[in-house]
């Protein structure tokens, strides 16, 4: 069973930038996908982007153009560099995969949280 592990959340300043990284136990070549999903309080959990093992990416609207999801493969590791933050991007932020192409994500994270002050 391959674990997850998010790392890189933190306080920072609204138009300031954080870097996210999810290291597996294991090796995540065998990840179809692997995505963030985010959660506010109160809120539901939603995607904030996806990656595929060909490299493809989906973003959600609200942060197209200022988040960038990569995998590294070699080192078992997603990110997920954030630039431009808003308030609004406050969350605690998952890391998630999949083996298969599509359907629910097997492997979650514990989270960390991403706080943004104004």
């Known amino acids: 069973q391959v674990q997850l592990v998010e790392s890189g959340g933190g306080l920072v300043q609204a138009g300031g930038s954080l870097r996210l990284s999810c290291e597996a136990s294991g090796s995540i070549f065998s990840f179809n996908v692997m995505g963030w999903y985010r959660q506010a309080p109160g809120k539901q959990r939603d995607l904030v982007a996806s990656?595929?093992?060909?490299?493809?990416?989906n973003y959600a609207d609200s942060v197209k153009g200022r988040f960038t999801i990569s995998r590294d493969n070699a080192k078992n590791t997603l990110y997920l560099q954030m630039n431009s933050l808003k308030p609004e991007d406050t969350a605690v932020y998952y890391c998630?995969?999949?083996?298969?192409?599509?359907?629910?994500?097997?492997?979650w994270g514990q989270g960390t949280q991403v706080t943004v002050s104004s």
């Open positions: 998630a995969a999949r083996v298969l192409r599509f359907g629910r994500y097997e492997y």
């Open positions: 990656i595929t093992s060909g490299g493809s990416t």
